[in-house]
């Protein structure tokens, strides 16, 4: 069955890098756009990031935008999400997250998520 | 804008029906799709589309929109649908934000 399994999470002082992967399985990963959806302790949800199937397209929350930057290898079933610059606010639990559609079209929502991953900036 | 509004919180008791709002100014122009999040677990997609249930959501959820308001109806409530529940949006300018999701609690 589809299945979605981040990694890279961990603690990181302000103003540092971290990249988090999201490896899928039981689809066909490259049909898919993908999504990063992060959700602060004792916060909401917040959309991140979106990539097409094809790594043609990717837009950008404002948050994190000229920060963050969502990438995919399709030869290798993964999704990334480099993150620089990271700022105390950016501690969250990321979770990466399945479009059933290529992107571009009409969206239907997400169909798929991950567990999550935590990401920690502190000093 | 493309800011969603939510009710921090929502209670009912067993059996009654709760209304969850989500209100946003591009809402008439865009559509709403709402999750459900409980403790532990992914998310789920309760609605897409406004109005439209996926495969394997039961029958007692249902969603309604007027205006700059669209509003996600549980009927019978049942224990189990206690959880966080979150709208979102597929904005024009590419982006999908989430609403600041709505606790409900069956007493």
């Known amino acids: 069955q589809e299945q979605l399994v981040e990694s890279g999470g961990g603690v990181v002082r302000p103003g540092r890098s971290l990249r988090l992967s999201c490896a899928g399985s039981?689809?066909?990963?490259?049909?898919?756009?993908m999504h990063w959806v992060r959700q602060a302790p004792g916060k909401g949800l917040e959309w991140v990031a979106v990539?097409?199937?094809?790594?043609?397209?990717?837009y950008y929350a404002d948050s994190v935008k000229g920060r963050f930057t969502i990438s995919r290898d399709n030869s290798n079933n993964t999704l990334y999400l480099q993150m620089n610059s990271l700022r105390a606010e950016d501690t969250a639990v990321y979770y990466c997250?399945?479009?059933?559609?290529?992107?571009?079209?009409?969206?239907?929502?997400?169909?798929?998520w991950g567990q999550g991953t935590l990401v920690t900036v502190s000093s | 804008s493309n800011e969603l509004t939510q009710p921090p919180s929502v209670s009912v008791s067993p059996g009654e029906t709760a209304r969850i709002t989500c209100s946003g100014d591009a809402l008439p122009q865009q559509y709403t799709y709402w999750y459900q999040l409980k403790a532990g677990q992914a998310p789920v997609l309760v609605m897409y589309k406004d109005t439209e249930r996926p495969s394997g959501i039961p029958y007692r959820f249902s969603a309604s929109s007027s205006g700059t308001t669209v509003t996600l109806t549980i009927s019978g409530v049942q224990a189990e649908d206690e959880a966080d529940y979150y709208c979102q949006s597929a904005d024009i300018s590419g982006t999908y934000p989430f609403g600041g999701g709505t606790k409900l609690t069956v007493l």
């Open positions: 997250a399945r479009d059933p559609t290529p992107f571009g079209g009409l969206y239907l929502g997400i169909d798929y």
């Open positions: 990539l097409a199937y094809d790594g043609s397209n990717q």
């Open positions: 039981g689809f066909t990963f490259s049909a898919y756009a």
